[in-house]
């Protein structure tokens, strides 16, 4: 074909894959509203607006023509488009693919019973019935295994799950890595539990008034570099980063008054994301190719400033002053050392979203086990209670009284979403390899942040990682960011040196 | 045709409408959005956003699908269907013609003339340049008469810009209408001017803290029976009633520290609106058989609160303890004749959005002539700031110094909404109609009012007005509700006799 026409082919392409973007921004902006703004009474009919767009969206997603113009494109020669311009073609490829080859029925069944699934957790939960919740999850089970076989016929059907989070991860690969990070993992945290040093964080809890959190967030959050002239932050139940575009990011957090920590946190996490969000490609804003590139590098981005930042001792050197000036009757002689230790607690407990830094990955690995044997039919559903209760006691020593303190306690299987949780613990391996690699491009990034200069963090970020879009694997990413793939050791040791240290073990 | 097969396709057609009817709700809450939340910064990606949402609701409204469903149902027998069903029918069949016989290249150029007129009009009245506006006034009008030959042939082309807004309303009619109005209100108007009563607004100036005044409104609008389970209240630039779905109904207005009664009155008029919005027929709620009916009817909800209600004595009455309580620094000895008089001063002025009862249907009818003038070719644009200014001269003794304060005031001409500006006054008539037989049905409105009893009025738009739809033309709902057609000697009536009595003339 004549480049000429080829060129014009791509060009209705893109406009194809901008129509989808910006339909699937009005979408981010109508989920936004829900959790934030909608009042309570239009439920309903919301429920009913946001169908009849996903609708819109499918219907786009599998037009005939866009797969027409793909396969067009899909064998050019290399040299006919740029870099930018392939990953383009190949995005929008793996996605029509996907859509197209789940039949329809399928796909309605999934949604429907999400739809439904949601609501039979929310009361399962509430009212500790697991035997409510069995039948969807059962059910689930057997429809993402056949959605599978039609995703990715050439996997293991757990494998196809892990792929839509984490594209190219794969039992093989994760096995080994959980196993390792168990086995350092599980003595670690023994040894402090056993360990004589408990650090005092009793100086977090008093009362916090709201507006002054919300302040102080904000106030940190614009050190972060988060731009307010594209983008919110407002209040919904659970925090999270949405909106409808790169030019319009809302994160959200809650406030208890009690404790300001965990506002704010929620505030430095929710940052992360929209930081990677603000920091997109600026010429692509509205194609797949400047997207974030997995769940677990986006993961990466919030736990890079939660964990790798906040919780850092420099952090607490530069903001502890300010905490003091914001809340003028506490922590009242608590010096950074102190507010450190404290923020970086170990305490095992039941519930994943409370859980600390080094107890976090259990959880995780706890739920990729029970996932892999559900999939590979090895644990049974009516089992999984008394697994996960074994594990929680096994692994943290703790046995869940109830199933709402166990195995019901997280949303992601009330929707089907399996393979989801590893992007988590994925997502801190990324941040800590890409944190080793900045202190060494960046020799005084501990001064750098006492001086309270998040910025130069900001910008490192902007250029290493969210600039990149999807133009690599997160293997190639983290190769040509750090020099090596995915290497879960810097994340083990860097846990091992931070906890012995605080805890004065070794 | 067998009448299950009819059903069906009925029920097909239901679909459709639903779903077009949701999907417009998606664009109400974008638009809210965009007016009320929205990021400076996002200002382009959501043009883009809604651009491509209108596209859709584009393509749903000439689906080829809907018309063949539409003619099946169109010439079945009378008793074939219920007079809502038939409604829906018609409705449908009105929407669908006129979306589907306007070439495609006049939509897009009136859409694309629209949002750069926007941009001109906004530059053209800060800077006070009306030559920089006037091609695009030239340009609109033309093409909307060319419009107009294509929507409705058989009407005059001004006709058809009347008939979108107030479907069935044309020249013929309304230019006595308006002629007897004109010949009432300027002389009464000049009395005024004249009269040596000059009642004392100045009490309505202060100092009135903007958190006071949204929970005065509030509880106001909470009053007049507003359902913040189905509905919210928040800021805007401008005043307006949006949301997403009758569920879903968010009003808006803005404050002024230095006055309380302007937001107060705004909260008051957009709760009209909001009402309307609630009270639409509960098994309908997507379908077009529910949707308000016109413009002017519309207009004559949120004017029965404004005008009807919270100008008359009775609430001045009512709420003048409310307003001390909130504001105690203010209104000392201020009497509930004193501020029913502040609050109905009649002062002719340059700006129809700040006019008073008595001269706003004159910038209504000075807007009408001229539109109709441009439609005939006996007005040319570059003439028209003169004749604006002429007519301000000669209606209300006053003669703009600038173009801003004159043509190039408002708003609707940008964006080609010609026929618009009658649907004010016709709603302010409709109104009055409606209050008239309001209290010959509970006849003790006024003391009910004094008793803070808001809702049995409420209750009677609901029942007389909001549940009817669009279920008959708007002089068959008047019939029904008041035993005639509009009347406008009502409302010539209710002006003189409210204005005579305030300033003590005849």
């Given at each position: 074909?004549?480049?000429?026409?080829?060129?014009?082919?791509?060009?209705?392409?893109?406009?194809?894959?901008?129509?989808?973007?910006?339909?699937?921004?009005?979408?981010?902006?109508?989920?936004?509203?829900?959790?934030?703004?909608?009042p309570?009474?239009?439920?309903?009919?919301?429920?009913?607006?946001?169908?009849?767009?996903?609708g819109?969206?499918?219907?786009?997603?599998?037009?005939?023509?866009?797969?027409?113009?793909?396969?067009?494109?899909?064998?050019?020669?290399?040299?006919?488009?740029?870099?930018v311009?392939?990953?383009?073609?190949?995005?929008a490829?793996?996605?029509?693919?996907?859509?197209?080859?789940?039949p329809?029925?399928?796909?309605?069944?999934?949604?429907?019973l999400?739809?439904?699934?949601?609501?039979?957790?929310?009361?399962?939960?509430?009212?500790?019935r697991?035997?409510?919740?069995?039948?969807?999850?059962?059910?689930?089970?057997?429809?993402k295994?056949k959605?599978?076989?039609?995703?990715?016929?050439?996997?293991?059907p757990?494998?196809?799950?892990?792929?839509?989070?984490?594209?190219?991860?794969?039992?093989d690969?994760l096995?080994?890595?959980?196993?390792?990070?168990?086995?350092?993992?599980i003595?670690?945290?023994?040894s402090i539990?056993?360990?004589?040093?408990?650090?005092?964080?009793?100086?977090?809890?008093?009362d916090?008034?709201i507006?002054?959190?919300?302040?102080?967030?904000?106030?940190?959050?614009?050190?972060?570099?988060?731009?307010?002239?594209?983008?919110?932050?407002?209040?919904?139940?659970?925090?999270?980063?949405?909106?409808?575009?790169?030019?319009?990011?809302?994160i959200?957090?809650?406030?208890?008054?009690?404790?300001?920590?965990?506002?704010?946190?929620?505030?430095?996490?929710?940052?992360?994301?929209?930081?990677?969000?603000?920091?997109r490609?600026?010429?692509?804003?509205?194609?797949?190719?400047?997207?974030?590139?997995t769940?677990?590098?986006?993961?990466?981005?919030?736990l890079?400033?939660?964990?790798?930042?906040?919780?850092?001792?420099?952090?607490s050197?530069?903001?502890?002053?300010?905490?003091?000036?914001v809340?003028?009757?506490?922590?009242?002689?608590?010096?950074?050392?102190?507010?450190?230790?404290?923020?970086?607690?170990?305490?095992?407990?039941?519930?994943?979203?409370?859980?600390?830094?080094?107890?976090?990955?259990?959880?995780?690995?706890?739920?990729?086990?029970?996932?892999?044997?559900?999939?590979?039919?090895t644990?049974?559903?009516e089992?999984?209670?008394?697994?996960?209760?074994?594990?929680?006691?096994?692994?943290?020593?703790?046995?869940?009284?109830?199933?709402?303190?166990?195995?019901?306690q997280?949303?992601h299987w009330?929707?089907?979403?399996?393979?989801?949780?590893?992007?988590?613990?994925?997502?801190?391996?990324?941040?800590?390899?890409?944190?080793?690699?900045?202190?060494?491009?960046?020799?005084d990034?501990?001064?750098?942040i006492?001086?309270?200069?998040?910025?130069?963090?900001?910008?490192?970020l902007?250029?290493?990682?969210?600039?990149?879009g999807?133009?690599?694997?997160?293997?190639?990413?983290?190769?040509?960011?750090t020099?090596?793939?995915?290497?879960?050791?810097?994340?083990?040791?860097?846990?091992?040196?931070?906890?012995n240290?605080?805890?004065?073990?070794?």
């Open positions: 074909m004549p480049s000429d026409d080829i060129k014009n082919i791509y060009r209705q392409l893109v406009r194809k894959l901008e129509e989808r973007s910006r339909l699937g921004g009005v979408m981010g902006v109508m989920h936004w509203d829900q959790e934030v703004i909608m309570q009474g239009a439920a309903e009919s919301r429920a009913m607006q946001m169908a009849a767009l996903a819109v969206l499918h219907e786009k997603s599998v037009d005939p023509c866009l797969g027409g113009l793909i396969n067009k494109l899909i064998n050019s020669e290399p040299d006919e488009f740029t870099g311009e392939w990953c383009t073609i190949r995005e490829k793996r996605e029509f693919d996907l859509e197209t080859k789940i329809k029925e399928l796909v309605q069944e999934i949604a429907e999400g739809s439904r699934g949601h609501q039979v957790w929310a009361k399962a939960r509430e009212e500790d697991f035997e409510d919740f069995a039948p969807i999850l059962e059910r689930f089970i057997i429809l295994s959605w599978a076989e039609h995703a990715f016929p050439e996997m293991e757990y494998d196809a799950n892990l792929d839509i989070y984490e594209r190219g991860m794969t039992m690969r096995s080994p890595i959980f196993e390792n990070l168990k086995n350092e993992l003595p670690l945290i023994r539990k056993n360990s004589d040093m408990k650090p005092d964080d009793s100086f977090l809890e008093g916090f008034p507006d002054k959190q919300e302040a102080l967030g904000n106030s940190i959050s614009r050190d972060m570099g988060f731009n307010f002239d594209k983008g919110r932050m407002d209040v919904s139940v659970h925090p999270f980063c949405g909106g409808g575009h790169p030019t319009d990011v809302r959200t957090t809650r406030y208890r008054t009690e404790n300001f920590i965990e506002s704010l946190f929620a505030v430095i996490h929710e940052t992360g994301h929209g930081l990677y969000e603000q920091g490609m600026a010429d692509s804003l509205d194609l797949p190719v400047s997207e974030p590139l769940m677990a590098v986006h993961e990466s981005q919030s890079f400033w939660e964990r790798m930042i906040a919780q850092g001792k420099s952090f050197i530069r903001y502890l002053d300010k905490f003091k000036e809340f003028p009757d506490f922590l009242k002689g608590v010096s950074a050392d102190s507010l450190f230790m404290a923020i970086n607690v170990c305490r095992p407990s039941f519930i994943r979203v409370e859980a600390d830094e080094l107890t976090y990955p259990v959880h995780i690995i706890l739920r990729y086990e029970i996932e892999k044997s559900l999939f590979d039919g644990l049974k559903v089992d999984l209670p008394d697994a996960w209760n074994d594990k929680m006691e096994e692994y943290l020593g703790l046995r869940p009284s109830t199933n709402t303190l166990g195995v019901l997280d949303v009330s929707g089907g979403a399996f393979g989801y949780f590893p992007s988590y613990t994925l997502g801190a391996m990324y941040a800590c390899q890409f944190y080793n690699k900045m202190i060494v491009d960046i020799k990034i501990p001064e750098r006492e001086q309270g200069d998040l910025a130069c963090i900001k910008t490192w902007n250029e290493n990682i969210h600039c990149q999807r133009l690599y694997s997160p293997d190639q990413l983290a190769e040509k960011v020099g090596q793939i995915l290497e879960p050791d810097i994340f083990i040791n860097y846990l091992k040196t931070k906890y240290a605080i805890y004065g073990l070794n």
